[in-house]
C-alpha cells in the first residue's frame, strides 16, 4: 500500500458550503474526538480560510481541501496553490467532485502535483466508466459516487458498490476506493463497507440532519462495527 494509504474503513465528513467558521470547527470538534476515540482515520473537509484552523486545532483528524489546482508557484491569482496546501498542514485534496468538475488534462496534472508534495488526492467518478479511465491515473483514493444520488439520501445499490469497486482495483490496486453517494444514515455506512469499499463519508445526511453530531457519532459507530466484521 501507499505511505499515504488510511487505515480502512476510513471516513470523510464533507461539509462542501454548508458549514464554515464556528459552525464548522464545532462539527469537527466532534469528528476529532470520534477519530480519537475508536482509533480510525477521518478526513475533514473545509472551506480554504478554515482548513488552518482544522490543522492547529484537531490532531487526529486530516485536513482534506475541497479543491487542488496543479498551478506552479508564481503567477496565478485567485487559484489555488498546492504548496500552500501542503504548507498549511492539509493532507488530502478532493477532485473532480461532480460540483467541480476538471478538465481531463488538469486532472491528470492535479494528481501529480498532489503526488509530488505527498497530499492525498480524492478523485470522483460518476460511472463504472469514468473510474475506469481515472484508475490510470493511480489516485490515493476513488470516490465513486454516481452523480444523480448526491445529496438525495439514496445509495447507489449493491451492484453498482461492487462493480465500481472491482474496477477500479483491477487497474489500481493500491488506489483506495470510497463509496458515499446518498449516505444518510448508519445503515449506508455499515452497507458500504460491507460491499467492499475502503471508506465511507456523508454531507447533508450529516450537516442538515437536526443533530448532526448525533448523526456522525452513529455513523461513525456503524464504520467501527463494519470494521469489527469485515477488517
Same mark, same amino acid.
Given at each position: 500500500?501507499?505511505? =499515504?494509504? =488510511?487505515?480502512?474503513?476510513?471516513?470523510?465528513?464533507?461539509?462542501?458550503?454548508?458549514?464554515?467558521?464556528?459552525? =464548522?470547527?464545532?462539527?469537527?470538534?466532534?469528528?476529532?474526538?470520534?477519530?480519537?476515540? %475508536?482509533?480510525?482515520?477521518?478526513?475533514?473537509?473545509?472551506?480554504?480560510?478554515?482548513?488552518?484552523?482544522?490543522?492547529?486545532?484537531?490532531?487526529?483528524?486530516?485536513?482534506?481541501?475541497?479543491?487542488?489546482?496543479?498551478?506552479?508557484?508564481?503567477?496565478?491569482?485567485?487559484?489555488?496553490? &498546492?504548496?500552500?496546501?501542503?504548507?498549511?498542514?492539509?493532507?488530502?485534496?478532493?477532485?473532480?467532485?461532480?460540483?467541480? &468538475?476538471?478538465?481531463?488534462?488538469?486532472?491528470?496534472?492535479?494528481?501529480?502535483?498532489?503526488?509530488?508534495?505527498?497530499?492525498?488526492?480524492?478523485?470522483?467518478?460518476?460511472?463504472?466508466?469514468?473510474?475506469?479511465?481515472?484508475?490510470?491515473?493511480?489516485?490515493?483514493?476513488?470516490?465513486?459516487?454516481?452523480?444523480?444520488?448526491?445529496?438525495?439520501?439514496?445509495?447507489?445499490?449493491?451492484? %453498482?458498490?461492487?462493480?465500481?469497486?472491482?474496477?477500479?482495483?483491477?487497474?489500481? &490496486?493500491?488506489?483506495?476506493?470510497?463509496?458515499?453517494?446518498?449516505?444518510?444514515?448508519?445503515?449506508?455506512? %455499515?452497507?458500504?463497507?460491507?460491499?467492499?469499499?475502503?471508506?465511507?463519508?456523508?454531507?447533508?445526511?450529516?450537516?442538515?440532519?437536526?443533530?448532526?453530531?448525533?448523526?456522525?457519532?452513529?455513523?461513525?459507530?456503524?464504520?467501527?462495527?463494519?470494521?469489527?466484521?469485515? %477488517?
Amino acid at each position: 500500500m501507499s505511505a =499515504l494509504s =488510511l487505515r480502512a474503513p476510513f471516513f470523510v465528513v464533507n461539509p462542501k458550503s454548508y458549514l464554515y467558521g464556528d459552525a =464548522l470547527l464545532s462539527l469537527a470538534k466532534k469528528a476529532d474526538e470520534l477519530a480519537h476515540s %475508536y482509533d480510525l482515520d477521518i478526513l475533514f473537509t473545509a472551506q480554504l480560510i478554515d482548513l488552518p484552523s482544522i490543522v492547529a486545532r484537531f490532531p487526529h483528524l486530516i485536513a482534506c481541501a475541497q479543491m487542488m489546482e496543479s498551478l506552479q508557484p508564481g503567477r496565478g491569482m485567485g487559484h489555488v496553490l &498546492p504548496e500552500a496546501l501542503a504548507a498549511a498542514g492539509v493532507g488530502a485534496t478532493f477532485l473532480n467532485h461532480a460540483e467541480n &468538475p476538471l478538465t481531463v488534462h488538469e486532472l491528470a496534472a492535479t494528481v501529480a502535483r498532489a503526488r509530488e508534495l505527498d497530499i492525498r488526492s480524492v478523485v470522483c467518478a460518476d460511472s463504472v466508466e469514468e473510474g475506469t479511465w481515472i484508475a490510470h491515473l493511480h489516485p490515493d483514493i476513488m470516490v465513486c459516487e454516481l452523480t444523480s444520488l448526491i445529496g438525495t439520501g439514496t445509495t447507489a445499490d449493491e451492484a %453498482y458498490m461492487r462493480e465500481s469497486t472491482q474496477a477500479v482495483k483491477a487497474i489500481s &490496486p493500491q488506489t483506495q476506493v470510497l463509496q458515499a453517494a446518498g449516505i444518510s444514515t448508519p445503515d449506508d455506512v %455499515y452497507r458500504a463497507i460491507a460491499c467492499g469499499a475502503d471508506g465511507t463519508g456523508g454531507t447533508s445526511g450529516i450537516v442538515a440532519a437536526d443533530n448532526p453530531h448525533q448523526v456522525l457519532e452513529d455513523m461513525i459507530a456503524a464504520l467501527v462495527r463494519a470494521r469489527a466484521d469485515f %477488517y
